[in-house]
C-alpha cells in the first residue's frame, strides 16, 4: 500500500512483456526510469463539500455547465457523492457534463469556489 504522499523519493519503475526468451531472435532492452511519483487519486469527504456548497440549478437537458463568479478559473474539478473527482478541466469557466450520470455531483474551483448541482 502507498503511503499518502511521499515527494521527491525516486522509485524504480518495470514494466515486463515476458523475458527475453520470450522474444527469441529479437532485440530486448530494458531502462531504469528515475523519479516516477505514485499518489493516490484525490478524494473529498462529503461533509466538507455540503458544508461549503453553494447549489447550483441546471436546466433538464442542459449538456454544458457554466460556473458564476470568475472570468476563468486556473481548474474544475466535478467530484461525485462518494467524493472522488470524476472530471477536470483547466482555465475555463464551463465544464460539459453531456457524459455525467444523472445524480448529484459537487464542484471545487481553483479559487476555493465550492458549488453543488444534481444533473437530470
Known sequence: MLPNKIEG?????????????????????????????????????????SKKSVELFVSRGTNLLELPGDPTYDFIKIIDRSGKVVYEVFNTDRVSIATLKPETYYVVTGSGYFFKFKKV
Open 9 to 49: 523519493a525516486n522509485y524504480r519503475f518495470v514494466l515486463n512483456f515476458g523475458t527475453a526468451s520470450d522474444f527469441k531472435n529479437r532485440k530486448t532492452t530494458s531502462e531504469e526510469i528515475l523519479g516516477v511519483k505514485f499518489s493516490r487519486p484525490e478524494v473529498y469527504s462529503g461533509s466538507e463539500l
